[in-house]
């Protein structure tokens, strides 16, 4: 296992800390392992490049940990009452991300990598950082936050046709 996808699995595990904190009323410690995640998305990436470690299973790997990351965090979000709008990109977001996640396991099981574009990965930052409003909360950063997970949920549509497509191929 490279060390980019060991990071991409210890990304996927944070979620259970910061749901934990979450939960627990301390959102500040929710923040920081919620930002601690997040930076290693760039750096797996990094990682992978520097090393030449680049792998269908790292194409799928990464995303996934992105997924559980951000689906997590906002259903611990939605549970600890942070208000309808939260509510409402949960389910959206993770409606449309189980639906890649299937796709993304059945191109694998297919041997067709599908790494992740830009535009995907702009829609991940976009989550990422509307995930980190929506966890220092209160108006009107959750708000704000709710708000940018939807523009990056709508982003998110738009790439559908790709992992469709993929999914025919």
């Known amino acids: 296992m490279s060390a980019a996808d060991a990071l991409a699995i210890v990304r996927a595990l944070l979620t259970l800390p910061i749901a934990w904190a979450i939960l627990a009323g301390v959102r500040d410690v929710a923040l920081v392992l919620f930002l601690a995640a997040a930076l290693t998305d760039a750096l797996d990436g990094y990682l992978a490049r520097r090393w030449r470690t680049l792998s269908p299973r790292g194409d799928f790997l990464d995303p996934m940990a992105d997924k559980i990351l951000i689906v997590g965090t906002l259903l611990a979000l939605t549970v600890a009452g942070a208000g309808w709008p939260v509510t409402v990109v949960t389910i959206l977001v993770a409606l449309r991300e189980g ?16 790494p ?54």
């Open 99 to 114: 639906l890649v996640a299937l796709l993304r396991a059945r191109a694998l099981a297919r041997a067709i990598g599908m």
């Open 116 to 169: 992740a574009d830009s535009i995907a990965k702009a829609k991940t930052v976009m989550e990422m950082a509307g995930v980190a409003l929506v966890i220092v909360g209160g108006r009107p950063w959750a708000v704000i936050g709710a708000g940018v997970v939807g523009v990056a949920f709508l982003i998110g549509l738009a790439t559908l046709p790709r992992y469709l497509s993929a999914r025919l191929a």
